[in-house]
Every structure is written in C-alpha cells, then in structure tokens.
C-alpha cells in the first residue's frame, strides 16, 4: 500500500467521523440551539438533524419539561416587625429556547433571587397573623409577578407555593400555649355541656317517673272505686235479706274494733251483737294502756 492510499484511507476516516460528529439526534421535550459563527441560525426540534462542521455549533439539549426549584429560607420582616424564615418552592417551564438561552445569565439563580426580592414584599405588607392565614393570597400573587418577570427569559411560571413559614422561637412557644389554651377551653365547654345534658336527662326521667306514679295511683284509686261500685250494685240487684246486712255489719264492726279507737257507736240494729264485742274492746284497750304504762 503506497503513501497516496494511507493519506486517502485517513482523509476517509475523518470525512466520516466530521459526518458522524455532525449529526445530530434530538430527543422528546427537548430542543437544541445552534449557532453559526457564533450567531443564532436555528432551533432544533425534536428528530435527526444535520450540523455544518465547523461552521455551526450546537448547544446542550435544553429540557421543555415542568421543572421543580426549591430555594432555601430566606429572612422576610412582616409589617409588624416580625422577622420570619420563608422557603419557597417554584415550578417552571421553558417555553422559548432562544430567550432561555440569551435573555438571562444563569436563569435559576436569576428566579431565585427575584422570588426572594417579591416575598419580601408582599410579606411586608402583611401582619403575622396575616401572613400565616393567606397563604393562598401570596401564592397567587407571587405567581404572577414572577410570570410577568420572567417572560423576557423564555420562562413560563406555572405555581408558586411558600413551602415552610418559620416564625422566632418565642412567637412559635406563644403561639403553642395559645392552641394548647384553646383546646382546654374547647374540652371544658364539651364537658360543662355533657354534664348539663345530663342532668337534663336525669330529672326528665325523675318526672316522668313521677308522673306515671301518679297516674298508676290514680288508676288503682279508680279501679279499687269501681270494683266497690261494682259489688254494691251486685249486692243491690240480688235484694239481700236483714240477716246479710247483719253479718256484713257485723264483720265491720270486727274491722273497727281491729283498730286504735278506744270508742265505738254501734247501729241499734246489730246492738245486740256488738255489745259483748264493744266491752270486750274497752277491756282490751285499758290492759294495752296499763302494760305501756309499765
């Protein structure tokens, strides 16, 4: 093999590897910017493209995807002179390569700092207490200022949150016996309403039981009241002769004499009967009286 074919087999070679290095694949949500003799010529998309060698210079594949930035706390001074740590959470989008890539020198540094600059002041016009309830205000508002400020960057801001709010120990120690006071008072009121409720339900139910005491009372009374009724208008309509009316006189005269009274007064018409009956009953009575006595 002679020089001519070496130096023709070499000049092959790098004809082949320049052809090689020129080609250019690009990816999904990606795009590249290329440059010739250091002056922007054109964005490639996605696909196989071709690179003029050593003329056109290609830059690094630039993401299109929704990026995720988390910045670090940064000291914000509330209205009411409160110095707070706040870390924020940012979510981008590349949505013009060329902007992207001359608009702004290093472009996550640049969002980092103008989310710091546009929390401290929204923060500033806000009190404590307002900046730990409006969250969602800042969120928004931030958003959009961000989106309008970044738009000459190629940047589209989609979601901005405020990931930790971080009040001086003290104010965090005030705050914590202050949720622990609330959540005492809470129990003592569900406590004092229990035990109202209670007693609430105890003297409903000692009413009612009073009243169906009495209704059972007065039910028996009626009851006793008509079965009396009911055996007198039987003793009526069998027409009793005088011999039953002295029995039954007689056996109320056992009753009374059963009791404490000392005196009796007998019907004329069971006198007879009740005669024996009443002197027995004074004899019983003063012999009760003298064993007391003793």
């Keep these: 093999m002679g020089p001519i074919e070496i130096i023709l087999i070499i000049l092959a070679i790098v ?79 590349v949505t013009d390569a060329k902007l992207f890539t001359y608009g702004v020198e290093n472009p996550i540094r640049a969002i980092e700092n103008l989310t710091a600059t546009t929390l401290r002041n929204l923060v500033g016009e806000l009190e404590l207490d307002g900046t730990l309830t409006s969250r969602d205000t800042v969120n928004s508002k931030m958003r959009s200022i961000l989106d309008e400020a970044t738009d000459p960057w190629g940047i589209k801001i989609n979601r901005v949150e405020l990931k930790n709010i971080l009040p001086p120990q003290d104010i965090q120690n005030a705050m914590e016996k202050q949720m622990r006071a609330e959540r005492e008072r809470r129990e003592a009121i569900l406590k004092a309403e229990g035990e109202k409720r209670s007693n609430i339900l105890v003297a409903e139910g000692e009413k009612e039981a009073m009243i169906l005491r009495a209704e059972a009372k007065k039910a028996s009374v009626i009851a006793e009241a008509e079965a009396t009724a009911t055996a007198i208008k039987m003793i009526n309509d069998a027409n009793p002769n005088a011999a039953y009316l002295t029995l039954q006189g007689y056996e109320a005269l056992k009753s009374v004499a059963n009791g404490k009274s000392t005196k009796l007064i007998v019907p004329s018409e069971i006198q007879n009967i ?21």
């Design 15 to 93: 004809v082949f590897l320049v052809v090689i290095f020129s080609i250019k694949v690009v990816r999904q949500s990606t795009v590249v910017v290329v440059e010739r003799l250091g002056k922007f010529r054109k964005i490639l998309e996605t696909g196989i493209h071709f690179v003029l060698p050593f003329f056109e210079k290609a830059s690094k594949p630039i993401s299109l995807k929704e990026r995720v930035a988390d910045f670090a706390p940064q000291p914000v001074i509330t209205k009411d002179n409160v110095t707070m740590q706040i870390d924020t959470v940012v979510y981008f989008q």
């Design 274 to 294: 009740s005669g024996l009956l009443a002197s027995m009953k004074e004899v019983l009575s003063l012999e009760k009286t003298d064993e007391e006595k003793k």
